[in-house]
């Protein structure tokens, strides 16, 4: 459970990250608000690319996911799971057979987890 466990605290701190967004930064005086540009630029830096790096991450213990993510900001651009014939019709192409492995493994033991737990 602990994979479980710090994923939603990935996600609580993601919201938090959100919340701040709403209140915090400058007032623009003058001219359009420029917004940050954080799907290309890490932290919206411009110039300064993300760490793109896998990770496997259980979805709140009940599967597995790949998922793509930068390692310095955290941001998530893309993710993978055994299911994704179902509701993706897509393979994504920095999926690896390798990674799909360690993917099935992880997935396995996560349905292993639940079935001795019911
Ligand atoms: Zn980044």
């Not at 701190?13 to 623009?28: K, L, N, Q, S, T």
């Not at 996911?65 to 993706?88: I, P």
């Not at 393979?91 to 996560?110: F, G, S, Y």
Request: aromatic share 8%; net charge positive.
């Amino acid at each position: 459970m602990s994979k479980a466990a710090s994923w939603s605290w990935r996600l609580a701190a993601a919201e938090v990250r959100d919340a701040r967004h709403v209140h915090d930064g400058p007032e623009v005086v003058g001219g359009p608000a420029k917004p940050k540009d954080t799907k290309r630029w890490c932290k919206g830096k411009v110039g300064r690319e993300h760490v793109l790096t896998v990770t496997i991450m259980s979805r709140y213990g009940l599967w597995a996911e790949l998922v793509r993510h930068c390692s310095a900001c955290g941001k998530e651009f893309d993710s993978c799971n055994t299911h994704w014939r179902s509701w993706r019709s897509h393979k994504p192409d920095w999926v690896t057979p390798d990674l799909l492995r360690q993917l099935q493994i992880a997935d396995a033991k996560l349905k292993n987890t639940r079935k001795k737990s019911a």
